[in-house]
C-alpha cells in the first residue's frame, strides 16, 4: 500500500473536512492509509460560538394569541431569529478546529432533516445540532433513541400531534424510509403499528424538552416486523436496529457521501453494513472502514463528485487566505446555491449530488469566485499568504485532476489561483 503522496492526503481531507487546508494537506502526506486515518478521525474539541439572543417561546406564543398582527410579529420576529442563528453555524463552518466532526453534523443534519421553516423556534433546531454534533462521530443507536425524543424533531414530524385515537404516522413512516431502513424494507401496516408505540410523546416547547403524556399513550399490542407486543418506542427503536438492513442503508448514505454519485457497489454496502453492526453502530468505526476501502482510495471516484455549496463556500475560504465575508452574505449566497442552512427543501433533505449545479446556481458560483480572485487592496497579502509551492504543487493542492482550461503563461502564484478555481474542475472534489 505505501506512503500516502500528497494527492492521495489532498483527497482524504477533501472528502472528508471543510475544504483542503494547505496545513491539514502536508500533515498527512507520508503516513500510511491507517496512520493518516487515525490522525484525521482524533476527537477534536466540539466548542461552539455562544448562542445568539433568542425570544423565549412563552413570550412568542403570547405575542401569537393577542391578535393577527401579534402572530405576524411573531413570525416575523422568528424568521429574524432563524437568519441569527444560521449566521451562528455559518461563522462556526469557518473557525471550527474540529472540521470532520462538522462535516459529519452536516451529514446528520441531512439524514435527520428538521426546518426553522416547519419548526418556527430557532433554539430547538439549536439544540438539535448540537445534539447532533455531539453524536456525530459517535454511537449511531444512541443518535437514534435521542432524536426521537427530540423537541425539533418532534415538532417537525408531527410527533407532537401523535396522540391516542388520532395516531399521527409522519415521524413513524420517516424512522423507517428514511431514518434507518429504506422504501422497499417495510409494510404499511408496520408504519401503523410504529405510530401507535409512539403515541403520547411530546415536547415542552417553553423548556425545549421531551415529554411523555401517559394519557395520551395508547398501549394496546400491536404486530410491528413480526414481533407482536405493547412496546415502548425504545423498544421498537431496538427491534429496528436488530435489522441487517440499517446498517446498509446508512452504508449506501455514506458511498454518496464520500465515494461517488453513481449506484453503489453491493459488495462494499453489504461488508460496511456488516462491520457497523458488529461494532453496536459506532459510526466511527463505519467512517474508518470506508475511509479505510479500495473503494475510497479507487482512481475513477477521483473527482466524481460535485462540491455542495458548503464545500465550495466554506471550504474555499477555510483552505485560501482570502479575505472573509459576512457570515450573512455567506449564508444569502449558500441559500442562492440551494443549500439554505436549517432549512432543508423536504423531509428528505438536500438531494445533493450533480442537483447543486444548474444554469443558475452556476452562475452563482462563478460570480462569488470571481469575487474573491479578483484583483484588490488585500492582492498583496492574499499572495504573502499562500503556500510555498510549485505551481505543479498548486494545481495537485486545488484540483482533483488536471485543469480543462489553459494555465495563465504570466507568472505570478495569485494568478494561477484565480484559474483554477475558476476552472470547472474546481467545482468537483
Known sequence: MGRLNFSDTRHLVTRTALGQEWGGVKALEGKTRQEAIQILLKPAPL?????????????????????????????????????????????????TKAPVNERMTLFWQNHFTSS?????????????????????????????HEVARDPAMLVY????????????????????????????????????????????WGTDRNRGTYVYDASKHDNRRVTFMGRTGSFSGDQLIDIILEKPRVGEHIAEKFWKEFI?????????????????????????????????????WDKKYTGTLTKSPVDLVVGTLRALPFPKLPAGELVHITKLLGQ?????????????????????????????LNKLTRHSGASARVQ??????????????????????????????????????LDPVFQLK
Do not use: C
Open 116 to 144: 426553522l421553516e416547519k419548526v418556527q423556534q430557532p433554539r430547538l433546531l439549536y439544540l438539535q445540532n448540537q445534539l447532533l454534533r455531539r453524536n456525530a462521530m459517535g454511537n449511531f443507536r444512541s443518535l437514534l
Open 260 to 296: 461517488s454519485d453513481s449506484h453503489p457497489d453491493p459488495r462494499y454496502i453489504k461488508r460496511w453494513g456488516a462491520v457497523f453492526r458488529n461494532s453496536n453502530y459506532n459510526i466511527k468505526a463505519l467512517l474508518s472502514e470506508v475511509l479505510n476501502s479500495d473503494a475510497f
Open 384 to 421: 504573502s499568504n499562500l503556500p510555498r509551492a510549485t505551481g505543479t504543487e498548486v494545481v495537485n493542492w486545488l484540483l482533483p485532476m488536471p485543469p480543462v482550461l489553459p494555465l495563465p503563461t504570466t507568472p505570478g502564484k495569485r494568478r494561477m489561483v484565480r484559474a483554477l478555481m
Open 157 to 200: 414530524l408531527d410527533g407532537s400531534k401523535n396522540v391516542k385515537g388520532s395516531p399521527n404516522e409522519n415521524f413513524a413512516r420517516e424512522l423507517l424510509e428514511l431514518f434507518t431502513l429504506g422504501r422497499g424494507h417495510y409494510s404499511e401496516s408496520d408504519i401503523k403499528a410504529a405510530a401507535i408505540t409512539f403515541t403520547g
Open 47 to 95: 466548542t461552539t460560538p455562544p448562542l445568539p439572543a433568542l425570544t423565549p417561546w412563552a413570550k412568542v406564543s403570547r405575542m401569537s394569541q393577542q391578535s393577527g398582527l401579534g402572530k405576524k410579529r411573531a413570525r416575523k420576529m422568528m424568521k429574524v431569529e432563524g437568519e441569527r442563528l444560521k449566521r451562528w453555524w455559518m461563522k462556526h463552518l469557518l473557525f
Open 340 to 368: 439554505d442552512l436549517f432549512d432543508p427543501p423536504t423531509v428528505k433533505g438536500w438531494p445533493g449530488g450533480k442537483a447543486w449545479i444548474d444554469t443558475q446556481t452556476l452562475l452563482v458560483r462563478t460570480s462569488l
